[in-house]
């Protein structure tokens, strides 16, 4: 009795852990993923200009001015057209709206700029009457090399592929429970379409720039830097790579023309000056400005998120700035401006830096600026603003 009772129990022991792994032979977990691509029609963004009546800057992020006219670009929307009528006065003329503008530049009578991916050559002789002389079709996103929009073709349209839907499907598979498929979301995802740019490309890809380089306009995508003219009637882009070996596989995010040089920004991190064996800059913040010192080679001054600094060798002076979007060097006498206009003294003796604020004007304020000898032009969001700098002891509104 004793050895049938073992034996039973023996018995119930293999059969369970028989039964436990035919049960649990196919259960295994699964983890499945698969990205649906989401397409723009650009249809209604790649479009013409149209002039339209003077409105307010809301977000001006560079001003910029001819013999005749002053320009202030605003961001997704357009430029501001401004008839000057003598050194200290201007009046409001049109408006350009130019989707998705995110740079521009003018050149005598033409005005460059983007319109999402393609680039723009504008006959502004007359604002009023301003027109497209060059349409240069996803030069941008061409230009961009690792950083481009994908193209996809469909009813006769170009599409951009500018982001995904990913979906994600999760559980435990058994001998009669199979993962499942993405048959369902292949009929609700397959064709994902919209004519929205979404705002996280306002600073994102593609990166599109100018800079007027003394009647030269420079170009710049994330890894590309040409030169492009609208010469004897037709346009002309020559790449170059300015003497600067490691510029092609470094990301570019700006480019800035100022006092005669030429400056490369990084990744908003790091900046490099053309002809130059200088580079630097801080890490870790955002970048906004560089204007070079006057008086003093390989010394700059650089405009940050959170400081104001003085670069010079192997050393870094700070002074705690907030708020600041754009730098003017008068002769080494350093503008920023910010909710307030504030001067700082910048000065290297023996390798000692010093930066220090000596004046502020709070009454003087604005989204950014532009130097024409004795005359400081601010961009507010009521219009454009005069100030005589000729005594920065007391500047003043004209």
């Not at 950083?147 to 170009?158: C, E, L, Q």
């Not at 379409?193 to 705002?199: A, L, S």
């Not at 708020?323 to 006498?333: F, K, M, W």
Request: charged share 20%.
């Amino acid at each position: 009795m004793k050895n049938f009772i073992l034996f039973a129990f023996f018995f119930v022991v293999v059969a369970c852990e028989d039964q436990y792994k035919v049960i649990h032979r196919y259960a295994r977990p699964y983890y499945l993923v698969k990205d649906y691509p989401i397409y723009l029609d650009p249809s209604q963004i790649l479009v013409d200009i149209q002039i339209k009546s003077s409105i307010n800057p809301e977000s001006a992020f560079k001003i910029t001015s001819n013999k005749k006219y002053i320009f202030v670009g605003e961001k997704m929307k357009g430029i501001h057209v401004y008839e000057k009528k003598d050194d200290y006065h201007a009046d409001p003329l049109c408006f350009i709206a130019c989707l998705y503008l995110k740079a521009f530049e003018v050149a005598d009578n033409l005005l460059y700029c983007n319109n999402f991916v393609d680039l723009l050559v504008i006959d502004v002789e007359n604002p009023l009457l301003a027109k497209i002389k060059h349409r240069e079709v996803s030069y941008f996103n061409d230009n961009n090399k690792n950083n481009h929009f994908p193209v996809s073709y469909g009813d006769g349209k170009t599409y951009f592929i500018i982001g995904t839907k990913q979906v994600v499907l999760t559980g435990t598979e058994t001998n009669d429970r199979p993962p499942p498929d993405f048959s369902e979301y292949d009929k609700l995802y397959w064709n994902l379409k919209t004519m929205q740019i979404p705002d996280s490309l306002l600073t994102n890809k593609p990166c599109a720039g100018f800079v007027n380089m003394e009647d030269t306009i420079l170009t710049f995508g994330y890894t590309s830097l040409s030169r492009c003219s609208y010469a004897s009637g037709h346009f002309e882009i020559t790449p170059t790579a300015f003497g600067f070996s490691h510029y092609s596989f470094v990301p570019l995010s700006d480019l800035l023309y100022k006092n005669g040089t030429l400056f490369f920004f990084w990744e908003n991190r790091y900046f490099g000056i053309y002809n130059s064996d200088v580079s630097g800059g801080p890490a870790g913040t955002v970048l906004f400005d560089v204007v070079p010192l006057i008086h003093q080679e390989k010394a700059f001054v650089t405009l940050t998120d959170f400081y104001i600094a003085l670069s010079y060798a192997d050393g870094v002076d700070f002074s705690p700035t907030l708020g600041a979007t754009s730098l003017i060097n008068v002769n080494d006498t350093i503008l920023a401006l910010s909710n307030q206009l504030t001067l700082y003294r910048c000065s290297i003796q023996n390798n000692n830096r010093t930066i220090v604020q000596i004046k502020s004007y709070p009454a003087i304020s604005g989204l950014t600026m532009m130097r024409h000898d004795d005359v400081l032009t601010v961009v507010t969001r009521q219009g454009i603003r005069f100030y005589d700098i000729s005594d920065l002891n007391q500047i003043i509104q004209r």
